[in-house]
């Protein structure tokens, strides 16, 4: 993943996951995937399961998260950016509720 849709933009994590086919036109699919961020303030990962509209955007809820992103609460948007070729690129947009219980108070 990298802060912008271009091959030299600065590098801020990966995206692991998997879909699955769910609508006879091959447009929907059920998506599971971990994202895996390391920025200058956040470090860790988050876990998404959705449904996935391949040619709109789709909002993916977070189920669980590791390091910084220990029981943070919230949603990620997909959006296809370009469709063509076996390559698909998507934009990623992060929407996150730290809840008072799980940010980390400062020693």
């Not at 303030?41 to 391949?54: A, C």
């Not at 296809?80 to 400062?106: C, M, N, R």
Request: proline share 5%.
């Amino acid at each position: 993943m990298t802060l912008a849709a271009n091959g030299s933009s600065k590098t801020v994590g990966t995206c692991e996951g998997t879909s699955i086919t769910s609508s006879l036109d091959g447009l929907q699919s059920i998506s599971i995937a971990k994202i895996t961020l390391s920025l200058k303030h956040y470090k860790g990962s988050l876990s998404i399961v959705g449904g996935t509209h391949n040619i709109k955007p789709s909002d993916h809820p977070v189920v669980g998260g590791t390091g910084d992103f220990l029981f943070v609460q919230g949603y990620v948007t997909s959006s296809p950016v370009d469709l063509k070729g076996l390559t698909v690129v998507y934009k990623i947009e992060f929407h996150l509720y730290w809840p008072p219980y799980a940010i980390q108070e400062s020693s």
